[in-house]
């Protein structure tokens, strides 16, 4: 039975104007800019150089190194550019240019693999580790390495399909969709894995993705289907693994620490489409929304193609976007302008009108009304990092156990002050990382709840 996890919040879910609108695909722009880093992990190195003809599905860049993963050619045409480019994480890295030719030649290497019954645990592995899947709820941490890390030890596998963030539809409608690639990935995951328990959760407010996965399974099946309140940060992993599993993943552990591993709908979907088709990591469902957006949708858009092109296809702005967004408003990513990619982790663009933005500007002072300690998932003390990374005592935010934090946005979002609590614990997390163990003993400071 699904339980509760400490904290959380329960903002607007926003999700009205997009979530009954199927998934359009979106044909692909004339240039498309692949970033060689789009996962956690070792930036790939181009396989390609400038002029190459390229078809759709080709491998055009790669790593050595374990934690990556390869990037295909969406399109078909040649390689017009290798250089730096802008990034959405911010700053410029080196891409991979192209210009689509518009005939979509498939590459030799897109083929069928067989069915899942007639391949091994790790041919399967290295069709997930070619293909360039990576993390599509935001983590963007390649799934080869998470599941050759969780075999073995992996008692539950958990789908994550709860997409809790406000205004983001695209897994909702990919569980309408596409539910049996879903519980097909499910399947290649549990093929490789061999956990005792399997489950699909889904939030509260997206019943009919709830039935349309009930209806695909079979009437008697291992795979557990799970309704969840509907409360952010509900689809984070330790939550979810709390919800489901009833297991506290402790500080400084990983899922895999406590026998479990989640995976996101859209990536067992992507798992299902490589295996059976063979089409690689090349394309993805995306909400566009806001109150800025036009014709707000979900669509199905190649890899590497630009916000400016995204937002064309909704009919562009009815207004000049206040902010524009990658991710969702609690965890996404602010841009400065459109000429940004797509990457593989994006699964919302969104552009805000000024409607949509809350006037009241920072107090630059915290009363301490501990409503963002209450609020916190992961039972820390938000305020006190707060206070801690202003004033650079990094022991102390360590002793906290600051890296704990998943960066969701609960505290900022109930914060009567409007403090910037996610940025300043971000910048304290980057810098306790460089203190040397040997400089500071870890200290055990949660807050119990």
Same mark, same amino acid.
């Given at each position: 039975?699904?339980?509760?996890?400490?904290?959380?919040?329960?903002?607007?879910?926003?999700?009205?104007?997009?979530? !009954?609108?199927?998934?359009?695909?979106? =044909?692909? =722009?004339?240039?498309?800019?692949?970033?060689?880093?789009?996962?956690?992990?070792?930036?790939?190195?181009?396989?390609?150089?400038?002029?190459?003809?390229?078809?759709?599905?080709?491998?055009?860049?790669?790593?050595?190194? %374990?934690?990556?993963?390869?990037? &295909?050619?969406?399109?078909?045409? &040649?390689?017009?550019?290798?250089?730096?480019?802008?990034?959405?994480?911010?700053?410029?890295?080196?891409?991979?240019?192209?210009?689509?030719?518009?005939?979509?030649? #498939?590459?030799?290497?897109?083929?069928?693999?067989?069915?899942?019954?007639?391949?091994?645990?790790?041919?399967?592995?290295?069709?997930?580790?070619?293909?360039?899947? +990576?993390?599509?709820? @935001?983590?963007?941490?390649?799934? /080869?390495?998470?599941?050759?890390?969780?075999?073995?030890?992996?008692?539950? +596998?958990?789908?994550?399909?709860?997409?809790?963030?406000?205004?983001? %539809?695209?897994? &909702?409608?990919?569980?309408?969709?596409?539910?049996?690639?879903?519980?097909?990935?499910?399947?290649?995951?549990?093929?490789?894995?061999?956990?005792?328990?399997?489950?699909?959760? +889904?939030?509260?407010?997206?019943?009919?993705?709830?039935?349309?996965?009930?209806?695909?399974?079979?009437? !008697?099946?291992?795979?557990?289907? $799970?309704?969840?309140?509907?409360?952010?940060?509900?689809?984070?992993?330790?939550? #979810?693994?709390?919800?489901?599993?009833?297991?506290?993943?402790?500080?400084?552990?990983?899922?895999?620490?406590?026998?479990?591993?989640?995976?996101?709908?859209?990536?067992?979907?992507?798992? $299902?489409?490589?295996?059976?088709?063979?089409?690689?990591?090349?394309?993805?469902?995306? %909400?566009?929304?806001?109150?800025?957006?036009?014709?707000?949708?979900?669509?199905?858009?190649?890899?590497?193609?630009?916000?400016?092109?995204?937002?064309?296809?909704?009919?562009?702005?009815?207004?000049?976007? $206040?902010?524009? #967004?990658? @991710?969702?408003?609690?965890?996404?990513?602010?841009? /400065?302008?459109?000429?940004?990619?797509?990457?593989?982790?994006?699964?919302?663009?969104?552009?805000?009108?000024?409607?949509?933005?809350?006037?009241?500007?920072?107090?630059?002072?915290?009363?301490?009304?501990?409503?963002?300690?209450?609020?916190?998932?992961?039972? *820390?003390?938000?305020?006190? *990092?707060?206070?801690?990374?202003?004033?650079?005592?990094?022991?102390?935010? !360590?002793? #906290?156990?600051?890296?704990?934090?998943?960066?969701?946005?609960?505290?900022?979002?109930?914060?009567?002050?409007?403090?910037?609590?996610?940025?300043?614990?971000?910048?304290?997390?980057?810098?306790?990382? $460089?203190?040397?163990?040997?400089?500071?003993? !870890?200290?055990?400071?949660?807050?119990?709840?």
């Amino acid at each position: 039975m699904p339980r509760l996890f400490k904290g959380g919040v329960f903002p607007d879910d926003k999700k009205k104007e997009t979530c !009954r609108k199927k998934i359009e695909p979106l =044909p692909p =722009p004339e240039r498309l800019i692949l970033p060689l880093s789009m996962h956690i992990g070792v930036p790939c190195q181009p396989l390609v150089h400038e002029g190459q003809v390229v078809q759709a599905g080709q491998m055009i860049a790669d790593s050595y190194e %374990t934690l990556s993963a390869p990037i &295909h050619s969406p399109v078909s045409g &040649h390689v017009e550019a290798i250089a730096p480019m802008p990034h959405p994480g911010g700053g410029v890295m080196g891409a991979i240019v192209l210009r689509n030719d518009g005939k979509n030649r #498939l590459a030799p290497t897109v083929h069928p693999y067989g069915s899942v019954e007639s391949l091994t645990a790790d041919q399967l592995l290295q069709i997930i580790r070619d293909s360039g899947i +990576v993390g599509l709820g @935001g983590a963007a941490f390649p799934t /080869h390495v998470k599941i050759k890390a969780a075999q073995g030890r992996c008692d539950t +596998v958990i789908i994550n399909g709860a997409e809790c963030e406000p205004y983001i %539809t695209s897994d &909702h409608r990919v569980m309408l969709e596409t539910p049996e690639e879903i519980i097909g990935g499910l399947r290649i995951l549990m093929k490789l894995l061999s956990p005792k328990r399997a489950a699909i959760a +889904v939030e509260a407010n997206k019943r009919d993705a709830f039935y349309s996965l009930s209806r695909t399974l079979p009437g !008697r099946t291992n795979i557990e289907l $799970h309704s969840l309140q509907t409360r952010y940060p509900q689809g984070s992993e330790k939550q #979810l693994i709390r919800t489901i599993a009833g297991i506290e993943v402790p500080p400084g552990k990983l899922p895999g620490d406590v026998g479990c591993a989640v995976f996101n709908v859209a990536t067992a979907s992507a798992i $299902h489409k490589a295996v059976t088709t063979g089409i690689p990591m090349i394309r993805r469902a995306v %909400t566009v929304s806001g109150g800025a957006v036009s014709n707000p949708k979900n669509l199905l858009v190649p890899i590497g193609t630009l916000l400016s092109d995204i937002f064309n296809a909704t009919g562009g702005f009815r207004e000049t976007p $206040h902010k524009i #967004l990658t @991710g969702g408003p609690m965890m996404g990513l602010a841009q /400065h302008n459109l000429d940004i990619p797509l990457t593989k982790s994006c699964g919302a663009v969104l552009a805000f009108s000024h409607a949509d933005i809350d006037p009241q500007s920072p107090s630059g002072t915290c009363i301490r009304c501990g409503k963002c300690v209450s609020v916190c998932p992961m039972g *820390l003390l938000p305020a006190y *990092l707060y206070l801690y990374e202003r004033k650079n005592k990094l022991n102390e935010l !360590r002793k #906290l156990n600051i890296s704990d934090c998943n960066e969701c946005g609960s505290c900022a979002y109930i914060c009567p002050g409007r403090l910037y609590l996610v940025h300043s614990i971000r910048a304290g997390k980057s810098r306790v990382k $460089h203190i040397p163990d040997d400089q500071s003993k !870890r200290g055990g400071a949660r807050l119990e709840k």
